[in-house]
């Protein structure tokens, strides 16, 4: 086979300076540079063919981890224009479709990778117990999936309050309303949410607060650890389906 133009460029005297790439031949030293690569460190050294194909996952884990990268990127976005006041949360939103170059596009774009990252999320979800992935030895990423799932609806939910109009108001106050129901600690929940017994502006602050810091930092640990557990019950059962 004819070495293709990155191997060339390698095997000069500026790429050996550059790629410090060892000989491997041995199967134990290519698992070495497996290892050794950060990227590549996600997957088992040897993966079935099969599970890697689009059939068996509908790469639904990817496309949940690529709208919440999208979500991230827009959403820096949006926080130069957008101050958490009740006095110019909703003139920012204008400003923001009207002014902004790009902006009524970008808040498309957020909203919109925002619900498809909930469909995604549950079809991902339905998939893997559809398939069994959750079995053993897989049982610890399950419930780590589903506290994922978890955090995916609450961030959808608290981003519903910003904007500040009435669709978000009355979302809102029935949506903290129904958490007073929950058993014990209801009311305990909904004045945590709520800053008080009412929709004012600590609880426009909190959700904010919740919606750009708190839960994404979660989440972004709750994928991490997701993904490692992934990497090592793959490695447990490498004959077994992956459920990413």
């Excluded at 293709?4 to 050996?16: C, H, N, Y």
């Amino acid at each position: 086979m004819k070495p293709s133009l990155m191997e060339r460029v390698k095997d000069t005297t500026v790429g050996k300076s550059i790629w410090r790439v060892p000989v491997r031949n041995t199967p134990r030293e290519k698992a070495e540079g497996h290892w050794s690569n950060f990227f590549l460190h996600l997957y088992p050294v040897k993966v079935p063919e099969k599970e890697i194909g689009f059939g068996p996952t509908w790469y639904l884990g990817v496309i949940s981890l690529t709208l919440f990268g999208s979500l991230i990127v827009s959403g820096i976005y949006l926080m130069f224009f957008y101050v958490p006041s009740p006095t110019t949360a909703y003139g920012n939103i204008q400003f923001l479709q009207t002014q902004v170059p790009f902006g009524q596009f970008i808040r498309n774009v957020h909203r919109w990778s925002a619900h498809l990252m909930v469909l995604a999320v549950m079809a991902h979800m339905a998939k893997v117990f559809y398939r069994g992935a959750y079995k053993k030895p897989r049982e610890f990423n399950w419930v780590v999936g589903v506290v994922l799932l978890l955090l995916t609806f609450f961030l959808s939910f608290t981003g519903y309050l910003l904007p500040w109009d009435q669709l978000a108001y009355w979302a809102i106050t029935v949506g903290t309303s129904l958490a007073a129901w929950v058993p014990f600690i209801g009311d305990q929940v909904s004045q945590l949410l709520l800053g008080g017994n009412q929709v004012s502006s600590a609880t426009l602050l909190r959700f904010y607060v919740l919606h750009v810091a708190l839960l994404p930092t979660i989440l972004v640990m709750g994928i991490v650890i997701h993904l490692w557990r992934w990497r090592k019950d793959s490695t447990l059962d490498s004959g077994g389906e992956l459920d990413g």
